[in-house]
């Protein structure tokens, strides 16, 4: 156990809906960053949030939306989902909001768009 | 954005046997990380390099960080099959302050016995 809690662990869906990834960051932890893994494009930066403020934002489509809470946690929205959306969807956690961090990663949410 | 590159992408050994694999970045890197992913799994932090020409070793495991800061290279020696996973190399925006890292496609290493 990482310290990172992700769910759903797996997720089938139809095109067209829409779905929420749910993320925990490692205690202590402000920043909470998400990344979608696939064969062909390997892991791919989505956003990152720091303290509950979005902190970057990477080549996220405007289909996709997230956010952090009070309490830290983060969820992941994807909506008018396309068969190409099937991927693996990390969110990994850091003590700080900089690059001299190690990224602590949860088991991840597979997504399965049918 | 920044490009990291690695190779090779696949790497087949037989226990016992030496793995290299080589990380370029487009840019200069302030750092640069490693992370094993094992097969079925996630990203698990190995280590982080920051100074130039800096090696640092992990039992079995040797990571040198290019002179120039643009490169990097992960060294097992004598393979096991518990060595067995992809191995990314992740480096900041150059300049940034931001978490945000870019990953390389990593090199799969397969170990058979």
């Known amino acids: 156990d990482s310290g990172v809690t992700q769910t759903p662990k797996h997720l089938i869906t139809a095109t067209g809906q829409r779905v929420t990834l749910r993320c925990s960051p490692r205690?202590?932890?402000?920043?909470v960053y998400w990344y979608q893994q696939s064969l062909d494009q390997g892991l791919q930066f989505l956003i990152q949030?720091?303290?509950?403020?979005?902190?970057a934002k990477g080549n996220i489509l405007e289909r996709f939306s997230a956010q952090q809470f009070p309490d830290l946690h983060s969820e992941l929205n994807l909506s008018s989902l396309e068969l190409g959306d099937s991927a693996l969807y990390f969110c990994?956690?850091?003590?700080?909001?900089?690059?001299?961090?190690?990224?602590?990663f949860g088991s991840g949410t597979r997504l399965t768009v049918v | 954005g920044q490009q990291v590159m690695q190779i090779p992408q696949y790497q087949h050994v037989q226990e016992g046997e030496d793995f290299t694999t080589y990380c370029n970045s487009s840019t200069t890197l302030s750092n640069i990380q490693w992370y094993k992913q094992r097969p079925g799994g996630h990203p698990v932090f190995l280590i982080q390099l920051v100074k130039s020409g800096e090696v640092k070793k992990q039992n079995r495991l040797t990571f040198h960080y290019g002179v120039s800061k643009d490169s990097s290279s992960l060294n097992i020696t004598a393979t096991q099959t518990t060595d067995v996973g992809t191995y990314f190399c992740?480096?900041?925006?150059?300049?940034?302050?931001?978490?945000?890292?870019?990953f390389g496609r990593g090199t799969q290493l397969t170990v058979w016995p």
């Open positions: 992740a480096g900041p925006d150059r300049g940034s302050t931001l978490g945000r890292l870019y």
């Open positions: 990994a956690s850091s003590v700080g909001g900089g690059s001299s961090y190690g990224y602590t």
């Open positions: 949030y720091y303290n509950g403020e979005e902190r």
């Open positions: 205690s202590g932890d402000l920043s």
